[in-house]
């Protein structure tokens, strides 16, 4: 629970950051929904919007890092307070980033939309994202919370992910061996997936920087961190 501090003024320059991370985490997430559906619907323009929104997770980052030093420097804070400031700057930078993935998303719908690949792929990409979604959603809510029970699941759930985007990788591997014409759209279309993977291992970072505001210590470093595509085959299948 956060602490109430004598000089009140404290109290609002702190939630002044948590407020500004719960504005990027909307943000971010809205990002990688449209840039998302921008591949799947051909969409260029939401693709154009989702590049230029970027700029708003930028601007955001750096006003948490300059209001960070700020209060740091006038406040001198120890312990959980410091905490505190330190871990709003981390989790603004993993959000900056997710929002960077959003806009690489984006910029391959261009790419993707002369060659349409099979509806199903779409829908898998969609899927993948929605999973990743609830999962920064979850650790995003965590951080409002402080609740360290739901930090466990985002952490434990990071192994699903990476599963889902293996699974993924083969089955677009696949449609470029049958036919040499969808190398293009399926690169692009992997290059899509591995930037939503890459939201979960944010969003496991942000829950790792949580448990550490809260309780002080960190969590092991043993989590798989790994996705599986590495032993895909040339046949597309896994390999031991």
């Known amino acids: 629970m956060p602490i109430n ?3 009140r003024s404290f109290d ?10 719960a504005k990027m985490g909307t943000f971010a997430s809205e990002m990688i929904e449209e840039a998302v559906n921008a591949v799947v619907n051909n969409d260029l323009n939401l693709a154009k919007k989702v590049i230029s929104d970027d700029m708003f997770l930028d601007e955001t980052e750096r006003e948490i890092d300059e209001k960070s030093v700020a209060i740091i420097a006038k406040r001198q804070p ?11 700057m981390r989790i603004a930078a993993d959000l900056e980033r997710v929002g960077d993935m959003g806009k690489n998303i984006a910029k391959r719908a261009a790419a993707i939309v002369e060659s349409r690949q099979p509806a199903s792929l779409y829908h898998g990409l969609q899927s993948f994202a929605t999973l990743t979604l609830n999962q920064l959603k979850e650790v995003l809510d965590a951080y409002a919370s402080r609740s360290l029970e739901r930090i466990d699941a985002v952490r434990n759930r ?19 061996m049958e036919d040499p014409r ?7 279309l992997l290059f899509c997936a591995k930037n939503i993977e890459r939201i979960g291992d ?10 550490y505001i809260m309780t002080g210590t ?9 996705d599986m595509t590495y032993k895909v085959g040339a046949d597309g299948k896994a390999t031991k």
């Open 218 to 226: 960190y969590l092991s470093t043993d989590r798989p961190r790994d």
């Open 158 to 176: 990071d192994e699903e992910i990476d599963a889902m985007y293996t699974s993924l990788f083969r089955e677009l591997l696949t449609y470029m």
């Open 12 to 21: 609002e320059e702190l939630g002044y950051l948590e407020a500004k991370i």
């Open 78 to 88: 120890m312990a959980v307070d410091l905490r505190e400031i330190i871990g709003a």
């Open 202 to 211: 944010h969003a496991t970072n942000i829950a790792e920087t949580l448990h």
């Open 182 to 188: 969808n190398i293009t759209a399926c690169t692009h």
């Open 5 to 7: 501090h004598t000089v």
